[in-house]
């Protein structure tokens, strides 16, 4: 079992995947328009509620170790998310025309990878491909922040990062990493057909492997005085550009 946190995470559980969902805790002390959404959500699927005292309910949290993370009063249990794997991913290539991967390396902080979860699902992402030794994981944070993307996008955890782009371009995937040095704007890529975006963490970029195992490297044109923009927000630039294209 695990668990999520926050009202629009556990409200995506209860709309899209309610077998997924075991019970939902709701703070007594937080009685308000949106946690009776929840109840009346949890009702109408048939999962069990439970409005709990405030010190039952952060006992509750501390057995679950949700840490700090704000969970607005909500928390559900819930039958825990699994990360996917390479051989997920090779399947996924021979079911699907056309995808659109997003590949990460290094994006350690759980809010910039559920907030790239959440862009990747809004632009159609068909995977996101994370090293499993330099990623968050699927972690109650991710998950919050992800707000139901996470149960969406598969989250395909491999073992050599390099390795994997290796086969995806093997078997036909063009690969666009970012780099802020180079002169090719991201808008001038073709970003059609099979194509898989490549982004490292805000501050170190890619390693020199994934780099080197990139076929195209682009650029988010910068004419402020910020020199990078968060993980998050160049995965979102970089994506919706694919999707314009592809649309």
Same mark, same amino acid.
């Given at each position: ?93 021979? $079911? ?7 590949? %990460?390396?290094? +994006? *350690? ?5 559920? &907030?790239? @979860? =959440? ?26 922040? $992800? ?7 598969? %989250?395909?955890? +491999? *073992? ?5 782009? &290796?086969? @995806? =371009? ?39 492997? *994934? ?37």
């Amino acid at each position: 079992m695990s668990a999520i946190a926050g009202i629009h995470a556990v409200s995506a559980a209860l709309e899209q995947h309610p077998e997924r969902v075991k019970e939902v805790l709701v703070n007594a002390s937080r009685q308000d328009k949106r946690t009776q959404r929840i109840i009346e959500q949890a009702r109408a699927v048939g999962v069990r509620f439970d409005l709990v005292q405030p010190a039952a309910f952060n006992q509750r949290l501390q057995k679950l170790e949700l840490g700090d993370i704000n969970h607005q009063g909500v928390v559900a249990i819930v039958h825990a998310i699994t990360p996917k794997d390479e051989h997920f991913l090779w399947q996924l290539l021979d $079911a699907t025309t056309d995808p659109l991967l997003l590949i %990460l390396d290094g +994006v *350690t902080d759980p809010h910039n990878l559920g &907030a790239c @979860l =959440r862009t990747a699902d809004a632009a159609g992402v068909a995977a996101v491909i994370v090293p499993k030794n330099r990623s968050a994981g699927l972690t109650p944070v991710v998950v919050k922040v $992800a707000s139901g993307a996470a149960e969406q996008v598969p %989250l395909v955890l +491999v *073992t050599n990062l390099a390795r994997t782009m &290796a086969e @995806l =371009r093997e078997r036909g995937v063009w690969l666009t990493g970012t780099a802020g040095e180079t002169e090719s704007l991201i808008y001038d890529a073709n970003l059609k057909g099979a194509t898989g975006i490549v982004m490292g963490a805000e501050g170190e970029g890619m390693r020199r492997l *994934t780099r080197e195992h990139c076929d195209l490297l682009v650029k988010i044109p910068m004419v402020g005085t910020v020199s990078s923009l968060n993980v998050s927000v160049a995965a979102g630039v970089c994506l919706y550009e694919a999707l314009r294209q592809r649309q």
